[in-house]
């Protein structure tokens, strides 16, 4: 990660532009019977969830979306959402089943089961290929670990997909 500092209304653009690939992506799945688009539901966004779908056998799964711009390769897992209020980062705090995260310049999207990423990722961060960071933001920093996404697909709870 760059020494860059984020502008907020920047990185909210660049997400919802990758919301908006991957809902279109979503939605053109022949088992997905029903998506809701639940980001600006305040309930919602306290469990950090972006949409929900409901497939075929009528079966829900909540997912939070992150949208990527890096072409490095790298995954970013924020532990820590602002330094200043010691405040638990995203990746901890989300209630989601699923976190989809798309490299939007790559057209790479890593479905990831939330539950056992998180467990990996508590066993894993110590390890070479984890760099820790803090990323400036206009209105706080932020803290968490960069790794290479490849990792990921070694373990059963990831998966790849060109979209």
């Known amino acids: 990660m760059s020494d860059k500092v984020y502008a907020f209304k920047e990185s909210l653009e ?9 809902w279109n992506w979503l ?22 969830i972006d949409f929900l779908a409901t497939f075929k056998d009528g079966t829900q799964i909540s997912l939070e979306i992150k949208t990527d711009t890096y072409t490095t390769g790298n995954i970013y897992f924020e532990t820590i959402s602002d330094v200043t209020m010691n ?12 976190l989809l995260y798309y490299f939007i310049n790559d057209n790479k999207l890593y479905i990831i089961k939330m539950d ?3 467990k990996w990722f508590n066993r894993h961060k ?15 920093e932020s803290e968490g670990y960069t790794f290479p996404a490849n990792l990921l ?4 709870f990831c998966k790849m997909k060109e979209i």
Request: proline letters at 2%.
């Open 14 to 22: 660049v997400g919802k532009s990758g919301e908006d690939i991957i």
């Open 27 to 48: 939605a053109s799945r022949p088992y997905i019977v029903d998506l809701q688009d639940v980001s600006n539901d305040r309930k919602y966004q306290k469990q950090d």
């Open 87 to 98: 405040t638990k980062g995203c990746m901890y705090v989300t209630k989601a089943d699923f």
């Open 116 to 118: 056992e990423y998180k």
């Open 126 to 140: 110590k390890d070479s290929n984890f760099k820790h960071h803090v990323v400036h933001n206009t209105r706080y």
């Open 153 to 156: 697909l070694e373990e059963d």
